[in-house]
């Protein structure tokens, strides 16, 4: 199974800052990365998909980068609604596999 | 508008079977399959399979072969997963998720509001 590793696994923001939270896969996985926000009790929310491509509806300071074994999601300007667990996950080959997730908090 | 209404909470003994529902709207159900997802409390997530639910094929992670049984009904457009010979590693809350485009199982675009399955005696 293709091992996603995550980081941080906590970080805390202030209004406004930019955030950056990063996947490392344990192999190539050709884009083939989608970024969820999962905020508490709710079910997840697809922000990007194919690693860098925005979910229609989410808002445009959210945007995914990366190539080969590593991606990364930015959030330009946090706000308190992005206060969330976020995970990726890799669909380039079976089982898909999601990170262990980052917990993001406004400070 | 898509919706995926799942099932209400189950509760079942070790050893036994439950059986989670999922009802599609808002889209042709056969054009899509339709994804499973585990989450264990304070836990990551984990895929399950998927279904096409048109010609009833299935995908699932190994590690779900022997405890998940995924069906589709096209009459009442519901997909459904059966969990067997329960134990307390299947509490969770179990996600549908429908993938963003036909042909492309991975991307979650749509998930179901989550069913709760607790495993108790």
């Known amino acids: 199974d293709i091992q996603m590793t995550q980081s941080p696994a906590s970080l805390s923001a202030s209004l406004g800052e930019t955030v950056s939270i990063e996947c490392l896969a344990s192999?190539?996985?050709?884009?083939?990365l989608a970024w969820y926000q999962q905020k508490s009790g709710k079910s997840p929310q697809l922000l990007i998909y194919a690693a860098s491509r925005l979910q229609d509806g989410v808002p445009s300071r959210f945007s995914g980068s990366g190539s080969g074994t590593r991606y990364s999601l930015k959030i330009s300007g946090m706000q308190p609604e992005d206060e969330a667990d976020y995970f990726c996950q890799q669909s380039y080959k079976y089982p898909y596999t999601f990170g262990a997730g980052t917990k993001l908090e406004l400070k | 508008e898509v919706q995926l209404q799942q099932s209400g909470p189950e509760v079942g003994r070790p050893g036994s079977s439950v059986k989670i529902s999922c009802k599609a709207s808002g889209y042709t159900f056969t054009d899509y399959v339709m994804n499973w997802v585990k989450q264990s409390p304070g836990q990551g997530l984990e895929w399950i399979g998927w279904i096409d639910p048109e010609y009833g094929s299935t995908d699932y992670a190994e590690k779900f072969k022997k405890k998940a049984t995924l069906t589709a009904d096209t009459s009442s457009n519901t997909a459904y997963i059966q969990l067997s010979s329960l134990t307390s590693e299947d509490t969770a809350t179990y996600f549908c998720?429908?993938?963003?485009?036909?042909?492309?199982?991975?991307?979650?675009?749509?998930w179901g509001q989550g069913t709760l399955v607790t495993v108790s005696s």
């Open positions: 998720a429908r993938p963003n485009y036909p042909g492309i199982p991975g991307w979650f675009a749509y």
């Open positions: 192999e190539g996985i050709s884009n083939d």
